[in-house]
């Protein structure tokens, strides 16, 4: 396992606080392992909004990223689906774990990238660090269960979204619960509530002084965090005001996995190195941002910002929710109306 930031070789001015990356780990889990047939989470128990079709549309005419493939902004039809209001929590995800005994990818790889704020001094001295992202600190131990490494724990998170959890990981939970991750057009869809914008709220920049919708980072990164918002990492899935849909967090606070593969449509020199890049580590899409972001160097808590990262990578600020099918129906309900 590496620590090659996954995209500062094809895109050095637009600077990232987002995803070390990791080659594919032979041996590592697949969807086969996990035991279905016995404590599949109760339908019953699901806190999720239903969003009835509609003809919409995925991406921007005016990127701030275009090196992420951004733009353009193109059409898509969406049929009815269904899309957890909250992030998966560490509560969820523990029921999980204890349903199967799944092992995550960062157990198996017996480490994961934690943030440099959030260990002691003596240990960011001790330990690697990504060259690319010297934030990322190697942390043996850390996570979903330990998201700083041994001695830490999430028993007073349990309300917070699960983090440390890879691609795979996210597609095995979702699998026993009986959903599946959310396209990138669905969950801009959704993030976007029935009035649009370029965030869940609405146009109005997050600042430094007094306009908090979301947690994100406040001050100099990756040096000083203000904490402004209230929160210095992750925070509780039910924090701060819902979207016009009623779904909390879908910007901020921990990147959320898509189900689609991550693609760059940029015709330039980095975009056509960044698309190669993404393909050769069989990238995955992320959405949404999280408590890292800021405007000044990571402008990626927009509703259009994406981000690609290999399927078995999983830091302490990625998490995902779930996406819901109509029974009877097939998971590839909703496709493009004009592909690039």
């Given at each position: 396992?590496?620590?090659?930031?996954?995209?500062?070789?094809?895109?050095?001015?637009?600077?990232?606080?987002?995803?070390?990356?990791?080659?594919?780990?032979?041996?590592?889990?697949?969807?086969?392992?996990?035991p279905?047939?016995?404590?599949?989470?109760?339908?019953?128990?699901?806190d999720?909004?239903?969003?009835e079709g509609?003809?919409?549309?995925?991406?921007?005419?005016?990127?701030?990223?275009?090196?992420?493939?951004?733009?353009?902004?193109?059409?898509?039809?969406?049929?009815?689906?269904?899309?957890d209001?909250?992030?998966?929590?560490n509560?969820?995800?523990?029921a999980?774990?204890e349903?199967?005994g799944f092992?995550?990818?960062?157990?198996?790889?017996?480490?994961?990238?934690?943030?440099?704020?959030?260990v002691?001094?003596?240990i960011?001295?001790?330990?690697?660090?990504?060259?690319?992202?010297?934030?990322?600190?190697?942390?043996?131990?850390a996570?979903?269960?330990?998201?700083e490494?041994?001695?830490?724990?999430v028993?007073?998170?349990?309300?917070?979204?699960?983090?440390?959890?890879?691609?795979?990981?996210a597609r095995?939970?979702?699998?026993?619960?009986?959903g599946?991750?959310?396209?990138?057009?669905?969950?801009?869809?959704?993030?976007?509530?029935?009035?649009g914008?370029?965030?869940?709220?609405?146009?109005?920049?997050?600042?430094d002084?007094?306009?908090f919708?979301?947690?994100i980072?406040?001050?100099?990164?990756?040096?000083?965090?203000?904490?402004?918002?209230?929160?210095?990492?992750?925070?509780?899935?039910?924090?701060?005001?819902p979207n016009?849909?009623?779904?909390?967090?879908?910007?901020?606070?921990?990147?959320?996995?898509?189900?689609?593969?991550?693609r760059?449509?940029?015709l330039?020199?980095?975009g056509k190195?960044r698309n190669?890049?993404?393909?050769?580590?069989?990238?995955?899409?992320?959405?949404?941002?999280?408590?890292?972001?800021?405007?000044?160097?990571?402008?990626?808590?927009?509703?259009?910002?994406?981000?690609g990262c290999?399927?078995?990578?999983?830091?302490?600020?990625?998490?995902f929710?779930?996406?819901?099918?109509?029974?009877?129906?097939?998971?590839?309900?909703?496709?493009?109306?004009?592909?690039?």
């Amino acid at each position: 396992m590496n620590q090659q930031v996954d995209h500062a070789a094809a895109d050095k001015p637009a600077k990232s606080c987002c995803v070390p990356s990791a080659p594919a780990k032979p041996g590592a889990v697949t969807l086969d392992q996990v035991p279905l047939a016995d404590g599949r989470e109760d339908p019953g128990s699901r806190d999720m909004v239903w969003i009835e079709g509609a003809t919409s549309y995925v991406g921007t005419d005016h990127p701030v990223l275009p090196i992420d493939g951004e733009a353009p902004r193109r059409k898509v039809r969406l049929r009815s689906y269904g899309i957890d209001r909250f992030a998966v929590t560490n509560k969820r995800f523990t029921a999980f774990v204890e349903s199967t005994g799944f092992v995550t990818e960062a157990e198996q790889y017996g480490w994961s990238f934690v943030f440099w704020a959030f260990v002691t001094t003596e240990i960011a001295k001790a330990v690697p660090a990504a060259p690319e992202a010297p934030w990322w600190l190697r942390i043996e131990g850390a996570c979903w269960k330990h998201p700083e490494g041994p001695g830490s724990d999430v028993d007073d998170r349990v309300n917070h979204p699960v983090v440390h959890v890879s691609w795979r990981d996210a597609r095995a939970f979702a699998a026993w619960a009986g959903g599946r991750l959310p396209s990138e057009a669905e969950w801009e869809h959704a993030a976007r509530g029935p009035h649009g914008g370029v965030y869940p709220w609405g146009d109005r920049n997050p600042d430094d002084h007094d306009f908090f919708p979301c947690n994100i980072w406040q001050g100099h990164f990756p040096d000083t965090n203000l904490t402004l918002d209230g929160h210095a990492g992750t925070a509780p899935v039910d924090t701060f005001e819902p979207n016009g849909f009623g779904l909390y967090n879908m910007v901020g606070n921990a990147w959320e996995w898509c189900e689609d593969p991550f693609r760059v449509r940029s015709l330039s020199s980095n975009g056509k190195l960044r698309n190669q890049v993404a393909k050769s580590q069989q990238q995955r899409l992320m959405k949404g941002g999280s408590y890292l972001c800021h405007q000044s160097y990571c402008h990626r808590y927009r509703i259009a910002a994406r981000l690609g990262c290999p399927p078995d990578s999983g830091t302490g600020h990625v998490g995902f929710r779930l996406a819901y099918d109509r029974e009877g129906k097939s998971e590839a309900q909703n496709s493009p109306l004009d592909r690039p």
